[in-house]
């Protein structure tokens, strides 16, 4: 059975379903052959249920945003009132939004709309709706926030009603596991308003399932899901495919996933070795041991037992000894920085009083044992600076933290240069420079500022843009948005480099031309991160 999970994906190497390697991980997706970094691994064209967040106004089965035929990543919309596109609606159904029975079946939207169509005998008003039906993106009464594996439960549930799922489907759902046992020991989830949801759809959906079944099914989709995310948007909402929920999670993944339209897409960050395992991370795998742990089992109910966490305190043998007596300075310290970071999300904080505070633990940490700057807040505050001092237009001090960032931090907390995570924090930096080469050239104070590096900052805005093309198309696929953006503003600096300099297109690239850019890249750099205060080597706070 586990082999027919694979059935709707794409997938260009050849994979099999076998036990995981890691403990108590259930079945996991093997690769036959080596894969090399930057590969696509499989994608699932259309998941079996899906839905988007209630902030968000966009397709529940295909996620193009309200009211567009075409994707802007730079424009998300702010108009939540449809629950469909306009476009959506006229492609499936010619505008007829109630004949559910017939049309909107292809385009799987049918539960959105059944569910809770008024009947004679029962009707429960607007509550798992959205947009005009009662929408739960308001705040009315007759509103509910209804969570989305909920939502996904009542459209399978409705699927298998009417006959839309096929035996495999559903043979392959029920062979996915739900962590049930450990789930109902949990003291971190209201399980009590889980169970009331689900009683009331149940009754809503008048289902022959027994509620012990509907629960079992609900934390199956709850456990398996996937985020539907972007690269440069936000994230949409939720999706479940069992071929996708056989990749398990690991704190030291070798591949990622992101949303392309409806389709989920998997590809790797690292090379992948002949019959290794496909792992990605389910959560934020820079946090440590004890972070990862609490939030593993939070929202997915299982302790990692990956090479990575099998070590445990081990890799954070620098700094904590897991003696309670010995250690509690260091949660002190790492609870002080917490209410920083915390504070940074807080735009009403004064920015500057908190770098001051900031920097005045970081001195105190450099007079101890010094400590390494990816152990976790550390990164999130440098981040946080860097995109805070930005938002103030700051532009000296967002560019120098946005350099540590890269330079720094993200080789450490990343080591896998394609990690999605990389990639983005570059194209961060890369839209910085965007931004200061704006203001230099509108505002005599911000050119003065950086009289002295313009030249350098030049150059290595266009070495940033082109790294960041090549990562972003080994990462992400060469169609994708970041690539492309990359791409256009790349080819903008080579022309007007090689005017510059009176080269033709092939002169300019050339060995030697191309040989004497890189060592100009390179003292350029150097420049720049002297400016910065930026020593790459330097690994501690």
């Known amino acids: 059975m586990n082999e027919k999970l694979l059935d709707d994906i794409t997938c260009p190497y050849e994979l099999y379903v076998k036990d995981s390697k890691i403990s108590e991980a259930g079945s996991g997706l093997f690769v036959r052959n080596e894969v090399p970094a930057g590969k696509e691994i499989f994608r699932v064209a259309i998941p079996t249920v899906s839905a988007v967040e209630s902030t968000v106004d966009a397709c529940d089965k295909c996620f193009v945003w309200e009211g567009s035929n075409r994707i802007d990543p730079f424009r998300p919309p702010v108009d939540l009132s449809l ?25 799987g939207m049918v539960p959105s709309l059944l569910a809770f169509q008024p009947s004679k005998q029962s009707f429960i ?32 549930v409705i699927l298998r009603q009417y006959g839309r799922l096929s035996e495999n489907q559903w043979l392959a759902i029920l062979a996915l596991k739900s962590h049930k046992a450990l789930i109902e020991l949990s003291e971190e989830l209201n399980l009590e308003a889980v169970n009331a949801d689900i009683r009331l759809m149940k009754e809503a959906t008048k289902d022959d399932m027994s509620e012990a079944d509907l629960k079992d099914l609900y934390w199956r989709i709850k456990i398996n899901q996937h985020s539907v995310d972007y690269p440069m ?32 897409v998997v590809r790797s960050c690292r090379k992948i070795t002949k019959n290794e395992e496909v792992t990605i991370s389910y959560i934020d795998s820079t946090q440590c041991f004890e972070e990862r742990q609490k939030a593993l089992v939070k929202a997915y109910a299982f302790v990692c037992q990956c090479c990575r966490c099998v070590e445990g305190y081990k890799e954070q043998g620098e700094m904590l000894t897991g003696d309670p007596l010995l250690d509690a300075p260091i949660h002190a310290t790492r609870s002080q920085l917490q209410v920083c970071l915390d504070a940074l999300m807080d735009f009403s904080q004064d920015l500057s009083s908190l770098e001051v505070e900031i920097q005045e633990i970081f001195r105190n940490l450099s007079t101890k044992k010094p400590w390494p700057i990816n152990f976790s807040p550390i990164p999130s505050i440098y981040v946080a600076l860097a995109r805070r001092f930005e938002e103030k237009q700051q532009w000296e001090k967002a560019l120098r933290h946005w350099l540590k960032v890269v330079y720094v931090i993200d080789p450490l907390r990343y ?85 510059s300099m009176g080269v033709t297109s092939s002169e300019w690239k050339s060995k030697n031309v191309q040989k004497m850019m890189k060592e100009t890249f390179i003292l350029r750099e150097r420049e720049l991160l002297e400016w910065a205060g930026i020593d790459p080597t330097i690994k501690t706070v």
């Open 83 to 107: 629950w469909m596109p306009t476009s959506c609606v006229e492609k499936v159904s010619q505008g007829r939004v109630q004949d559910v029975r017939g049309p909107l079946f292809i385009h």
């Open 415 to 499: 080591p896998d240069r394609l990690s999605p995570h990389r990639v983005k924090d570059l194209m961060s930096l890369t839209q910085l420079e965007g931004r200061i080469f704006q203001a230099v050239e509108i505002e005599k104070t911000v050119k003065a500022n950086f009289q002295k590096i313009e030249m350098s900052l030049s150059i290595a805005q266009y070495s940033h843009n082109t790294q960041l093309k090549e990562d972003a198309a080994a990462g992400f696929g060469a169609n994708n948005a970041i690539s492309k953006l990359a791409a256009h503003f790349v080819n903008i600096m080579d022309r007007q480099t090689m005017t």
């Open 125 to 156: 008003p607007n509550l798992f709706y959205r947009g005009s039906y009662g929408s739960i993106n308001t705040n009315t009464r007759k509103a509910k926030e209804v969570d989305l594996a909920i939502r996904m439960l009542i459209r399978l």
């Open 233 to 264: 948007r936000p994230r949409l909402g939720s999706c479940f495919a069992p071929s996708a929920a056989l990749i398990n999670h690991s704190c030291y993944p070798n591949a990622h996933h992101f949303s392309e339209g409806a389709e989920l």
